[in-house]
């Protein structure tokens, strides 16, 4: 499975570097992906990478401020938060997904225990 690290607390306007270290077989997989939930909330898709192509998405309420990366030695993907607002507060996880069919239809698993991000106003 992966695990989260890098959350903590934080005032509006501030950044917070995530990690999410993985297992080699998982990262020589398809995908991987960072999600939220934010208490009473159902879980969000923050954004995603295309391991072999590097190619990343994210979701429009963090597009802009966010920035997906990867370090392949390492075996670690990154979530690079810039000018963070009270509504980024939640719990974040990162997922893989194997394949790029499971990617499409959002099925990740390799789950971690998250990390918490909270943003003060």
């Known amino acids: 499975h992966t695990v989260e690290s890098g959350g903590g607390l934080v005032q509006a306007g501030g950044s917070l570097r995530l990690s999410c270290a993985a297992p080699?077989?998982?990262?020589?997989?398809?995908?991987m992906a960072w999600f939220r939930q934010a208490p009473g909330k159902e879980r969000e898709f923050v954004g995603s990478?295309?391991?072999?192509?590097?190619?990343?998405q994210y979701s429009d309420s963090v597009k802009g401020r966010f920035t997906i990366s990867v370090d392949n030695s390492k075996n670690t993907m990154y979530l690079q938060m810039n000018a963070l607002k009270s509504e980024d507060t939640a719990v974040y996880y990162c997922?893989?997904?194997?394949?790029?069919?499971?990617?499409?239809?959002?099925?990740?698993?390799?789950w971690g225990q998250g990390t918490q991000v909270t943003v003060s106003s």
């Open positions: 990478i295309i391991l072999s192509r590097a190619i990343v």
């Open positions: 997922a893989a997904a194997d394949t790029m069919n499971r990617a499409t239809m959002m099925i990740y698993g390799y």
């Open positions: 080699e077989r998982i990262f020589n997989g398809y995908a």
